[in-house]
Every structure is written in structure tokens, then in C-alpha cells.
């Protein structure tokens, strides 16, 4: 098994800044990949990032592209997401994700993240 804990968010204004990290325990020589996903009130849950763990390469949602990133570090275990540039459209709760090499799949607790406009 794999356990992700979430840290960070919070309430921000629009054009600023919050990072997001998921520290994650347990299986971690299994990592495949690793990211994030998001789920704004009434709505589903969408993808926003995705991660390698091995060569770090990396996939965004085009609503996101070019004002966050993901990264990763290996020795912590530990994967980011620096959101930039925030929109009130940005709204909502925030989960990782972690995919093994078997296929198994595990979620963060999530963490809520607000934008004012």
C-alpha cells in the first residue's frame, strides 16, 4: 500500500501564488506516476497534472498550462504542484495521485484551495 498526506492551499487572491505538496509513504519503490486532480463545487473531478516518478516528464491541462508545475522529489518522496498567475475559476479541492506499476491507484485526502477575485 501507498499513504499520500496532503499539505498546503489555503484562500488567495486572484494573480497569486500557492504551492501544494503530497508527501507520500509506504510503497514508494512502486511509483509510476504521480498527479494531481481537482474538483471544483458541482462539478467532477478533473486531471490537471501528471508526472513520471522515474524520468519526470510531465502533462498538463491546457486550462493550467503555463501558470503551474509539477515536480517531484525523489529522495523526499515527495511531489509538488506551484500554482501561479491563480484564477477564481481555479477553485476547488485539490487531490494527488499516485499510480503504481501494478496499476494501483491512491489519493491524497485532498485540500481545498479558494481564489477571490
Known amino acids: 500500500q501507498a499513504q499520500l498526506v496532503q499539505s498546503g492551499g489555503g484562500l488567495v487572491q486572484a494573480g497569486g501564488s500557492l504551492r501544494l505538496s503530497c508527501a507520500a509513504s509506504?510503497?514508494?519503490?512502486?511509483?509510476?506516476?504521480m498527479g494531481w486532480f481537482r474538483q471544483a463545487p458541482g462539478k467532477e473531478r478533473e486531471f490537471v497534472a501528471t508526472?513520471?516518478?522515474?524520468?519526470?516528464?510531465?502533462t498538463y491541462a491546457d486550462s493550467v498550462k503555463g501558470r503551474f508545475t509539477i515536480s517531484r522529489d525523489n529522495a523526499k518522496n515527495t511531489l509538488y504542484l506551484q500554482m501561479n498567475t491563480l484564477k477564481p475559476e481555479d477553485t476547488a479541492d485539490y487531490y494527488c495521485?499516485?499510480?503504481?506499476?501494478?496499476?494501483?491507484?491512491?489519493w491524497g485526502q485532498g485540500t481545498q484551495v479558494t481564489v477571490s477575485s
Open positions: 509506504g510503497r514508494t519503490f512502486s511509483l509510476y506516476t
Open positions: 508526472i513520471s516518478w522515474s524520468t519526470g516528464s510531465t
Open positions: 495521485n499516485a499510480r503504481l506499476l501494478n496499476g494501483v491507484t491512491y
